[in-house]
């Protein structure tokens, strides 16, 4: 009795090969317009479109969204307070972008475990409450400078934190552009927000040039340098190494013949 052998062929037909076969992680992904996006995103369930757009918001006032903020609460508080300009910039702005997003992997971890609304919810209420705390304390360096390193964690956590998650979950095939948006949403409400920020800190006292000779006070304005702020006198500072210019009179000029 013979049997066969199944590594020979029969004579079958061959399965034929697919013609569009599924695409490979080597493989380029397709090139989408910007109508497909838009399409997509309306297209997407009512709960997708919420988280992203609460995500987005939560981008917009988060420290990376208010950085705009600092720029002008810096030489205010260095006026104030007499804290030299370099030791401000310190605390309000190095500090916290510093030492914010550190826990970032953390809340990745926790929304991963729990779920992008619990951990939402009150990395935002303390947020808030950190932000308000923020005033209280500024008769206290260590304190604030303590507050605003807490608030920072709390903001970045509750937007990126969030936002990356909502993102690569209900748009897992538009990651690029879903990322892109975080960066442009918070970019373009620092520079909407600027002139707001300058108007709430300094009000409505005109900017002035303070030592920078005819250049225009709109120069300054962006610097968030308040007219109150006395121009700074290098020459007349005690053991300055300020050189003294040579004074050229009237015996240094030749008389004419």
């Known amino acids: 009795m013979s049997q066969k052998n199944p590594s020979v062929s029969t004579g079958s037909a061959a399965t034929p090969r697919p013609t569009n076969p599924m695409p490979t992680h080597d493989s380029a992904p397709p090139k989408l317009s910007l109508k497909q996006y838009v399409g997509d995103f309306l297209k997407a369930p009512s709960r997708a479109k919420a988280a992203l757009i609460g995500t987005l918001l939560l981008v917009a006032i988060s ?12 030489p205010a508080y260095a006026m104030k307070t007499g804290t030299p300009p370099a030791d ?16 970032l992997p953390y809340a990745g971890r926790w ?11 009150p990395t935002v209420i303390l947020y808030a409450i950190g932000t308000a705390c923020v005033p209280l304390a500024s ?15 709390f903001g970045f956590c509750s937007s990126l934190g969030i936002a990356f998650k909502v993102i690569s979950g209900w748009f897992p095939e538009h990651n690029g552009i879903g990322f892109g948006l975080i960066g442009a949403v918070s970019s373009l ?69």
């Open 189 to 257: 409400v620092s520079a909407v927000t600027s002139p707001l920020f300058q108007w709430i800190v300094n009000g409505n006292a005109p900017v002035t040039p303070g030592g920078g000779g005819d250049l225009p006070p709109g120069v300054f304005a962006g610097l968030g340098r308040p007219a109150q702020l006395p121009p700074t006198d290098y020459a007349n500072r005690p053991n300055s190494c300020a050189r003294k210019q040579p004074s050229y009179q009237a015996e240094h000029v030749p008389s004419a013949a």
């Open 139 to 153: 008769g206290t360096t260590w304190l604030l400078g303590t507050l605003l390193v807490l608030t920072s964690i």
């Open 63 to 74: 420290p990376s969204g208010l950085a705009a903020l600092s720029v002008f609460v810096v």
């Open 88 to 103: 401000g910039i310190l605390l309000f702005l190095t500090l916290p972008i510093l030492l914010g997003p550190l826990l």
């Open 111 to 121: 929304v991963d475990r729990h779920d992008a609304r619990r951990v939402a919810l």
